[in-house]
């Protein structure tokens, strides 16, 4: 009867705990972002002449500010490097793609952009965890 109650109605968990969990949130979206992100760049070519446009800067710049929010602010949050500077651009390419491009999508097409943005802004809140590079830094300055 203890061990069930333990499962029914767990202690909150210790910052390690929460660290660790923020660490495996990092590795798994960061990684997938990722992949969308080297999907674009690897086709680039094509993607520049078609590509949406909804902030009226240009197809090829609308790419580009995309890639870095999907290859260079991912491989940040992997490494909790600038973290939640490196938030922002993701958040916002996902905010942009659930409001303009997908704005008239049925919800199985916007369903992916919600994801990520609702987790992105949960580990904006959150923030990096002892387990980056960020904390690292942080240690480093402290001394």
Not at 46 to 74: H, K, R
Not at 107 to 119: D, N, Q, S, V
Not at 123 to 137: C, E, K
Request: net charge neutral; hydrophobic share 60%; with cysteine.
């Amino acid at each position: 009867m203890n061990q069930l109650l333990k499962i029914l109605f767990p202690a909150p968990p210790t910052p390690m705990a929460v660290s660790a969990l923020i660490l495996m949130s990092r590795l798994f979206f960061g990684m997938m972002f990722l992949n969308h992100g080297i999907e674009k760049w690897m086709t680039f070519d094509f993607l520049s002449m078609n590509f949406p446009d909804p902030l009226g800067i240009g197809n090829t710049l609308s790419l580009l500010c995309t890639i870095f929010a999907e290859v260079i602010c991912s491989l940040c949050l992997i490494f909790g490097l600038l973290f939640r500077l490196a938030l922002l651009p993701m958040i916002f390419a996902m905010a942009v793609a659930l409001i303009a491009i997908h704005a008239n999508d049925p919800f199985i097409i916007r369903e992916p952009a919600l994801m990520y943005l609702t987790i992105f802004f949960i580990l904006l809140l959150s923030g990096p965890g002892y387990f980056s590079l960020d904390a690292l830094i942080r240690q480093k300055i402290a001394r």
